[in-house]
């Protein structure tokens, strides 16, 4: 008599979801999730809580540099290299399939065939060093105030620029009818008020006071941005739209953070 096989492992639907998202967003190992079917866009409330945990490891890093006596600077990049390290540097790369896109592109259709290209051109490079040039110079900056401060805003802008993910989806419609952005699926209004949600309620636990509000003023107006410029170049969005959208998102609240006076009320946890 042949033995029954044993039932499937049931897991909470959320701890399903924050499996999606980590899977895709990360290159971290976790539990495959048991519904392969649902669509990525389903599970992104659950982009806040991965840049947190990218953000909260990112910004350790950035404070272990500082205290074993490491330029400010280095110790900022040592952050940014560990969160690229952490997802592949995915964002990055649509930063730089966007940039090269949109400005080497003259039709919607070569715009789009650029971004598909594996190559990264002269717009993409330039894009990179100089976002990525932008979000070390402000974290040093913060963190001549306290490196810890820096950390949280680290942290804070791993978290919004995740957020900012699913209303960029859900406003726009797909550029195309194939690829990542498309297959992802539309997220749905629930889902997309939920990761708003979470994604502020996280931000204001990391920064309360005017860096909060700061932050989230910074991370509207990236979003907008971005969105406006995706939509007159080819129409909706992609995954390199998205990936964009986070990238121009932390750079932003890194940079706006970095206009607070050292110190501001509200800004810091009062010690």
Same mark, same amino acid.
């Given at each position: 008599?042949?033995?029954?096989?044993?039932?499937?492992?049931?897991?909470?639907?959320?701890?399903?979801?924050?499996?999606?998202?980590?899977?895709?967003?990360?290159?971290?190992?976790?539990?495959?999730?048991?519904?392969?079917?649902?669509?990525?866009?389903?599970?992104?409330?659950?982009?806040?809580?991965? !840049?947190?945990? +990218?953000?909260?490891?990112?910004?350790?890093?950035?404070?272990?540099?500082?205290?074993? *006596?490491?330029?400010?600077?280095?110790?900022?990049?040592?952050?940014?290299?560990?969160?690229?390290?952490?997802?592949?540097?995915?964002?990055?790369?649509?930063?730089?399939?966007?940039?090269? /896109?949109? !400005?080497?592109? *003259?039709?919607?259709?070569?715009?789009?065939?650029?971004?598909?290209?594996?190559?990264?051109?002269?717009?993409?490079?330039?894009?990179?060093?100089?976002?990525? /040039?932008?979000?070390?110079?402000?974290?040093?900056?913060?963190?001549?105030?306290?490196?810890?401060?820096?950390?949280?805003?680290?942290?804070?802008?791993?978290?919004?620029?995740?957020?900012?993910?699913?209303?960029?989806?859900?406003?726009?419609?797909?550029?195309?009818?194939?690829?990542?952005? +498309?297959?992802?699926?539309?997220?749905?209004?629930?889902?997309?008020?939920?990761?708003?949600?979470?994604? +502020?309620?996280?931000?204001?636990?990391?920064?309360?006071?005017? !860096?909060?509000?700061?932050?989230?003023?910074?991370?509207?107006?990236?979003?907008?941005?971005?969105?406006?410029?995706?939509?007159?170049?080819? /129409?909706?969005? +992609?995954?390199?739209?998205?990936?964009?959208?986070?990238?121009?998102?932390?750079?932003?609240?890194?940079?706006?953070?970095?206009?607070?006076?050292? *110190?501001?009320?509200?800004?810091?946890?009062?010690?």
């Amino acid at each position: 008599m042949a033995s029954e096989k044993p039932a499937p492992a049931r897991r909470p639907w959320w701890a399903d979801d924050l499996a999606l998202a980590l899977m895709f967003l990360t290159r971290l190992p976790v539990p495959a999730p048991l519904r392969a079917e649902r669509p990525l866009m389903h599970a992104g409330w659950a982009f806040p809580l991965v !840049g947190l945990l +990218t953000g909260a490891l990112g910004g350790g890093a950035l404070l272990l540099g500082a205290t074993v *006596g490491l330029p400010l600077l280095a110790a900022a990049l040592l952050a940014l290299a560990l969160g690229a390290i952490l997802t592949g540097a995915l964002h990055e790369d649509g930063l730089a399939d966007l940039a090269d /896109g949109f !400005g080497g592109g *003259g039709t919607k259709e070569r715009k789009i065939e650029i971004m598909r290209d594996s190559r990264v051109g002269s717009y993409g490079v330039l894009a990179l060093v100089i976002v990525t /040039g932008l979000k070390a110079a402000a974290l040093a900056n913060i963190a001549i105030a306290a490196p810890w401060l820096a950390a949280f805003a680290f942290a804070a802008a791993q978290v919004l620029g995740r957020t900012a993910i699913l209303p960029v989806a859900y406003f726009l419609a797909p550029a195309t009818a194939s690829g990542l952005g +498309t297959g992802a699926g539309r997220p749905k209004a629930v889902t997309t008020g939920l990761c708003i949600a979470l994604g +502020t309620l996280i931000c204001f636990s990391l920064l309360p006071g005017a !860096g909060f509000v700061t932050a989230l003023i910074a991370t509207s107006l990236a979003a907008l941005a971005t969105a406006g410029l995706a939509q007159r170049q080819i /129409g909706g969005y +992609t995954g390199d739209v998205l990936g964009g959208s986070e990238q121009v998102v932390e750079c932003f609240v890194l940079l706006s953070l970095s206009l607070l006076p050292a *110190g501001a009320a509200g800004f810091s946890w009062p010690l």
